[in-house]
């Protein structure tokens, strides 16, 4: 009966849209999902309070398991749709080890200044329930040379994008030296921007940023995410010259869609 009700509200839908007939030439129904939880990770205490104060009692399944991963010091890329929660995949590990340590830094890469922005109020708005003071900054051409020489000394998370990085930061890595010492993360949103000779370009650029770390001792994590990739385990590793675990299966809640196909006259 229920099968019933949908399709008839989908023929009468396609009756108000007044097509003529032939100009849908395929329609198809997703089904609906149920969210799917793991088990809460084991995580700082003090992380865990937050995070329920921001009414997030529950993590999804591919959550858990991205970030049981990168806690165990495993590469990992995250392909799952929008707003199914990828942030979560790589604050809650970044944060965990700063409270577990303070010098610990993380490195977030974005391709555009907006999502900089974005994320940047994402992570604040976690970190602003935590009494330890956690420093999260952007690094940009914007950024005022007064805040940059702050971001140097002090940036437990450094927000900044692939140009950045290349001109501002690796060059000078003498003045970074707290941020490649202590690195732990580093994490790359929008994987499925670096294809093609961009791409290989930013694949040159994570291999100068590894060199430097391990001049100065460190070897971070590789947290990856993206939405629209249809090989990611294969660009990301091929981004960042190391296996990575591959997280595809989307847990988050879906509700039901209708997806059609329309040839116009």
Request: net charge positive; charged share 20%; with cysteine.
């Amino acid at each position: 009966m229920e099968a019933l009700m949908h399709k008839k509200n989908l023929t009468a839908f396609l009756k108000t849209l007044q097509l003529l007939p032939g100009e849908i030439t395929a329609c198809k129904t997703m089904p609906a999902q149920e969210a799917e939880f793991g088990p809460w990770p084991q995580i700082n205490p003090q992380l865990t309070n937050a995070l329920k104060e921001l009414g997030i009692k529950e993590l999804y399944l591919h959550q858990t398991k991205a970030i049981d991963m990168a806690l165990a010091k495993k590469n990992v890329v995250v392909v799952t749709p929008t707003a199914s929660g990828k942030t979560l995949c790589y604050n809650i590990p970044v944060i965990h080890s700063i409270l577990e340590n303070h010098s610990s830094r993380a490195l977030y890469i974005f391709p555009t200044k907006a999502l900089s922005q974005d994320q940047l109020a994402e992570i604040n708005a976690i970190t602003n329930k935590i009494d330890m003071p956690i420093s999260t900054c952007t690094y940009d051409g914007d950024t005022p040379p007064d805040i940059r020489t702050k971001v140097r000394a002090a940036g437990h998370v450094v927000v900044t994008n692939p140009d950045m990085l290349h001109i501002g930061i690796l060059p000078h890595h003498t003045k970074w030296i707290k941020l490649f010492e202590n690195l732990r993360y580093v994490v790359i949103d929008e994987l499925h921007t670096y294809k093609g000779v961009f791409g290989s370009h930013m694949s040159n650029v994570i291999r100068r940023l590894k060199r430097v770390c391990s001049f100065y001792g460190s070897n971070p994590t590789f947290i990856l995410c993206s939405a629209t990739i249809s090989n990611p385990a294969e660009l990301a590793e091929g981004l960042i010259e190391n296996h990575v675990e591959l997280i595809t299966n989307n847990s988050a809640p879906r509700a039901e869609k209708h997806v059609l196909i329309y040839n116009p006259p």
